[in-house]
């Protein structure tokens, strides 16, 4: 090896660790400066500049006030029981819908997955315009319930995890299930669901993270912020009169994300696994 | 569940006859276990798809008499200048979604070699996506206000405060602005996907290679990028489409304002603000027949492109396009 190829070769290890190093940072300045500012008392936030470390790591006050301010005890009691419902609910009737259109032929089948696909094409956020119309005349609007049924419609993307999954189920299980003489629901409920697990864990974390921070649903159907508050909707509490006291606000950002922060922290790999198997393998 | 309780009937119906009692059954089950799904499947989506197509012939309210008007709502999605021109945004947005597959794919394939602190360079940059869309718009308030987070770093770069913009007012450089955050959101999202489908290649290919004396690059132009084809192109559809459709960067952060309102955000605005729900139907189908035939246009090209290729075979065309629903059901999850 010449010198000036190994001159070449550490100058790309160098750019290598450079660049992820950079992007790292760029990745997680906006959240760390946003927890730098909320450690900070109203005089220091005032005076120092938003960059300039807290006095003391320890001043929870402000992340006490968004708490209360925002209702946030409500506000994470209501997206406790919309995850709840919601994963609960999409589990049953994603593994159920998937069961049938792997284990059975029927005319249809092909016609009930292409809707599902269809489905996924059209943006959410114009499909709204007139979902808003539905959930008025359905009484739905400003309803926990109503939310609740809505979020469980939208589940698309589990459905094909879960196919994917009975797809590497051998069907010889479901065979000799059937000649013991057992039903279709005790196969699915008693055989194949347990054996589904993993697919269920990953598909939760993705229906369960994306439930969570949803808002612009959550905005427009619980529009009772009062009494409905979501973790996500309740830091509208901050646009208006607080709408400058960024120590304040930073604090309710950083407390919305926490349950996020932790569930990846623990569950990252299967946050990866997750993302990929529904994408890569097709 | 309501399934349960309905389980136990055609059991007992049908111990006698055993061949007539398990097609019974299966149609039974196949009711039990689709009917939810469906009804959900037909409340949520496909009504209030019809149900667009027909408001967006009237002029009406969400409550209150409608009045039927014909194709006036189109015309004047193309004639108002907020409504068609608003499509126009769209290019920066596929400009930051050029940046963001590039950038997404050097760093997975960088991380998908041996790396000191990995995991932890994986972690910092996927972290972005997890966090819920108005908190997003929170901290990139926060993150542009003048002689904040983003003026501070750069003057410790050496800027003087006087010469940079309001990022966020200045109308020359707020889309750009937005962008940023939208990229700053996805690139470890699509980081993450990249890796996945390199991690999927053959490790014996790579050892095949070194040993022939393939260099880094060599690798990623012979073996990487040709196995992970499929998801770039898929990537390239959807950020297309996703482009034609941004929402949320301009929604949570400036509220449309400044010239930053793109299509939705106009099209949310005449919904929901000034309830003109029969214009707004009338967007919303104008874009989705653009994107339709974006999408359509697109694949026909990816098809004609890897025809070419011997390694794409019908299967290959169908398991893409599978993928690519899939995908864009994550982008709407989003």
Redesign the interface.
């Known amino acids: 090896m010449t010198i000036l190829q190994k001159i070449c070769k550490y100058l790309?290890v160098f750019l290598?660790?450079f660049?992820?190093?950079f992007?790292?940072f760029?990745?997680?300045?906006?959240?760390v400066?946003?927890a730098i500012?909320a450690f900070k008392t109203d005089t220091e936030y005032q005076r120092t500049?938003?960059?300039v470390l807290p006095e003391s790591w320890l001043n929870f006050d402000n992340f006490v006030q968004a708490f209360q301010k925002a209702n946030m005890a409500r506000a994470f009691m209501n997206s406790v029981i919309i995850l709840v419902c919601v994963l609960v609910v999409s589990v049953?009737?994603?593994t159920?819908?998937a069961?049938?259109l792997n284990r059975?032929k029927?005319p249809g089948n092909n016609l009930?997955r292409n809707?599902?696909?269809?489905?996924?094409?059209?943006?959410?956020?114009?499909?709204?315009?007139?979902?808003?119309?539905?959930m008025?005349n359905l009484n739905f609007v400003n309803s926990l319930f109503g939310y609740i049924?809505?979020m469980?419609?939208?589940d698309?993307?589990s459905?094909?995890i879960y196919i994917q999954f009975f797809e590497n189920i051998s069907v010889s299980l479901d065979e000799s299930a059937?000649v013991d003489g057992a039903?279709?629901?005790t196969i699915?409920?008693k055989i194949l669901l347990p054996l589904l697990k993993p697919a269920i864990v990953t598909s939760c974390i993705?229906k369960g993270?994306?439930t969570?921070?949803?808002?612009?649903s959550a905005n427009?159907y619980l529009q009772d912020k009062k009494k409905l508050p979501t973790?996500?909707?309740s830091?509208?509490t901050?646009v208006g009169p607080l709408g400058s006291k960024?120590n304040l606000?930073?604090a309710?950002?950083i407390i919305?994300?926490l349950p996020?922060?932790i569930?990846?922290i623990t569950c990252?790999k299967q946050?990866?696994?997750g993302?990929?198997?529904?994408?890569?393998?097709? | 569940m309501a399934s349960k309780t309905l389980a136990i009937k055609p059991q007992k119906r049908t111990f006698g006859q055993w061949a007539t009692s398990r097609d019974g059954q299966k149609v039974f089950v196949m009711i039990a276990f689709m009917v939810i799904p469906l009804l959900l499947l037909f409340t949520f989506t496909y009504l209030p798809f019809a149900e667009m197509f027909g408001f967006s012939f009237y002029n009406m309210k969400y409550i209150g008499a409608r009045k039927f008007v014909g194709l006036k709502n189109y015309v004047k999605v193309f004639q108002r200048d907020d409504c068609f021109g608003a499509l126009k945004l769209s290019l920066y947005y596929m400009a930051g979604s050029v940046v963001q597959l590039a950038l997404s794919l050097y760093l997975a394939t960088v991380l998908s070699f041996k790396v000191k602190g990995g995991s932890i360079f994986k972690g910092f940059m996927f972290f972005p996506y997890l966090i819920n869309g108005i908190a997003i718009g929170f901290i990139f308030k926060f993150f542009y206000t003048r002689g904040f987070v983003f003026d501070t770093v750069l003057q410790w770069c050496g800027f003087e405060l006087d010469n940079l913009p309001y990022w966020l007012k200045d109308q020359s450089i707020n889309n750009f602005s937005l962008v940023g955050t939208s990229v700053w959101r996805y690139f470890g999202q699509n980081m993450v996907l990249f890796i996945g489908a390199i991690m999927s290649v053959d490790g014996e290919l790579y050892e095949a290679a070194m040993l022939d004396g393939a260099n880094r690059f060599q690798q990623f132009k012979y073996i990487i990028l040709p196995s992970i084809k499929t998801i770039i192109t898929l990537n390239v559809i959807l950020s297309i489409t996703g482009s034609l459709s941004a929402f949320e960067p301009p929604y949570v952060i400036t509220s449309g304002a400044n010239g930053t309102g793109t299509y939705f955000v106009i099209m949310h605005e005449i919904a929901h603000t000034q309830q003109k729900v029969g214009l707004a139907a009338a967007m919303a189908i104008v874009l989705l027949m653009i994107i339709f035939v974006a999408t359509i246009l697109q694949k026909l090209f990816f098809k004609y492109v890897f025809k070419s290729a011997d390694d794409e075979d019908l299967n290959a065309t169908l398991k893409r396009d599978k993928k690519l629903a899939k995908m864009a059901a994550r982008k709407a999850g989003k």
């Open positions: 790309l290598k660790y660049s992820l190093v992007f790292s760029v990745a997680v300045l906006p959240v400066s946003c500012t500049n938003v960059m049953f009737v994603g159920q819908l069961y049938v059975f029927f009930i809707l599902f696909l269809f489905a996924t094409l059209l943006p959410g956020v114009a499909m709204q315009v007139s979902v808003y119309e539905i008025t049924v809505m469980c419609g939208t698309v993307i459905i094909y059937i039903s279709y629901f699915f409920y993705l993270v994306g969570y921070n949803e808002y612009y427009l973790v996500a909707t830091l509208y901050f960024y606000i930073c309710g950002v919305s994300l996020a922060l569930l990846f990252q946050i990866y696994s993302l990929t198997s529904g994408a890569v393998k097709g």
